[in-house]
C-alpha cells in the first residue's frame, strides 16, 4: 500500500536533516556546529506538518529535537543516526487510526485564525467535561501515552498562530475543539457514536459540511 503523503514528506525531511549535518557550512557564526533542532528546522522550512511528524518520529526513536542549543559534537554520527530512523511507520506513531489522526493533523496545521476562533467560541463545558472522561478512559485502555502525543502534536500545529498574547489565547481556545477530536480517533472503538458527535461537534461545524470525517 503506498504511504501517506504526509509520512513520505516526513522522512524526507529526516533525510535532508541529515544531509545537512554532514556539510561543512551547516554551523554557527562562532564556528559551533548546529544540532538536530537546527537541522530539521531547516530542513522542513515552512512545512509545518511534515516537521511535527519527523520530529515526533525522532524523539520516539530516542533523538531529542526541541532543545535549540542542542549542539551535535559529530555531525556525521548525528546524520547516521538520523537516517538510520528515516523510515516511518505511522501506526507506531500514532496507532491504528493513523491515517485519521494524520488526517487531524492537517487540519491543523492549515486552519485559519477565524477557524480556529470558531471552533474555541463553539467548545463548552460538555465538551471538556467528555474529553475529561476520555483522558479517563485512555488510561484505564493503556492509551494515555498515545493520547498525549497526539495532543502534543495538535499543540505543535497549530503552533505558528501564538504570535502575540492576544494569539496565544485565541489559539489555547480553539485547541480545546482539536483535542476533543484527537481524544475520538484515539478511543473511537470504545466511544459510542453520540459520544463522538459531541467530541467532534465544533471542529466539524466550522470545517467541515458533514461529519463524515468520523470513521
Known sequence: MAQHPIILSAEKVIRRAADLLEGEGFSRKDGARFGVPEAIAEAAGDDVLARVVAERQLVTHGIDVWWSDLLCVDGDDAAANLRARAVIDPAEL??????????????????TAAQLNGIGNLVHGTEWQEYARCVELAAAYDRQKLLIQVTEDVHFATSHYATTPAGVTHRLKGIRGFECVAAYYVLNDVLSVEDGRLLCGPVSKILFASQAFMR
Open 94 to 111: 500514532y496507532g491504528p487510526n493513523h491515517e485519521a489522526i494524520l488526517g487531524l493533523l492537517r487540519a491543523c496545521s492549515i486552519v
